[in-house]
T-cell receptor, first 115, second 114 residues
Framework: GENVEQHPSTLSVQEGDSAVIKCTYSDSASNYFPWYKQELGKRPQLIIDIRSNVGEKKDQRIAVTLNKTAKHFSLHITETQPEDSAVYFCAAMFAGGTSYGKLTFGQGTILTVHP | DGGITQSPKYLFRKEGQNVTLSCEQNLNHDAMYWYRQDPGQGLRLIYYSQIVNDFQKGDIAEGYSVSREKKESFPLTVTSAQKNPTAFYLC?????????????FGQGTRLTVV
């Protein structure tokens, strides 16, 4: 089955710096890769996603890149702000066979942005 | 509030008892998911369903059961066979069974075994 590995588990940056979180997936039949942000005590919420037919997507300070050959994708946050502090999860959705639609998450990254 | 509701928010269970967590959505979504969240382990998939009357095991299905008799409802039963049930449980739904659509989460249920 699909396995998603996420690194690093914790990331500490100064306000204004960039933050990068990386994920790898195991099954080439996965074709949808969302990123979620979970603030303390709240539900995860989608911040950006990318499909396998696209190599990069950007939304203001957030961007995601996908390398299908290497089976990895990354979240890039520029000009970080204290309110970016949260847990970030990557995920991969499987699109093949009997596991169609299976959405598997990485282990999460705790991002702390220091003022 | 997002259209997907989990209840109760907090649940206490005695050892050896089964307990059912509710998940209801009024978004007309086809797909629904159950995840377990433990510190440092991310979101682990328990069960998922792409359509009414059909569901598949996720990565940690042992000790859990589900049903999908109605499109809007996907209850999760934590059975006495689950050895370590204390955790935060999250339900999610997405618009269609077609791959590539956003999943929306409920607010979660925190289950504690006492």
């Amino acid at each position: 089955g699909e396995n998603v590995e996420q690194h690093p588990s914790t990331l500490s940056v100064q306000e204004g710096d960039s933050a990068v979180i990386k994920c790898t997936y195991s099954d080439s039949a996965s074709n949808y890769f969302p990123w979620y942000k979970q603030e303390l005590g709240k539900r995860p919420q989608l911040i950006i996603d990318i499909r396998s037919n696209v190599g990069e997507k950007k939304d203001q300070r957030i961007a995601v890149t996908l390398n299908k050959t290497a089976k990895h994708f990354s979240l890039h946050i520029t000009e970080t702000q204290p309110e970016d502090s949260a847990v970030y999860f990557c995920a991969a959705m499987f699109a093949g066979g009997t596991s169609y639609g299976k959405l598997t998450f990485g282990q999460g990254t705790i991002l702390t942005v220091h003022p | 509030d997002g259209g997907i509701t989990q209840s109760p928010k907090y649940l206490f269970r005695k050892e050896g008892q089964n307990v059912t967590l509710s998940c209801e959505q009024n978004l007309n979504h086809d797909a629904m998911y159950w995840y377990r969240q433990d510190p440092g382990q991310g979101l682990r998939l328990i069960y998922y369903s792409q359509i009414v009357n059909d569901f598949q095991k996720g990565d940690i299905a042992e000790g859990y059961s589900v049903s999908r008799e109605k499109k809007e409802s996907f209850p999760l039963t934590v059975t006495s066979a689950q050895k370590n049930p204390t955790a935060f449980y999250l339900c999610a739904s997405s618009p269609t069974g077609r791959v590539g659509t956003e999943a929306f989460f409920g607010q979660g249920t925190r289950l504690t075994v006492v």
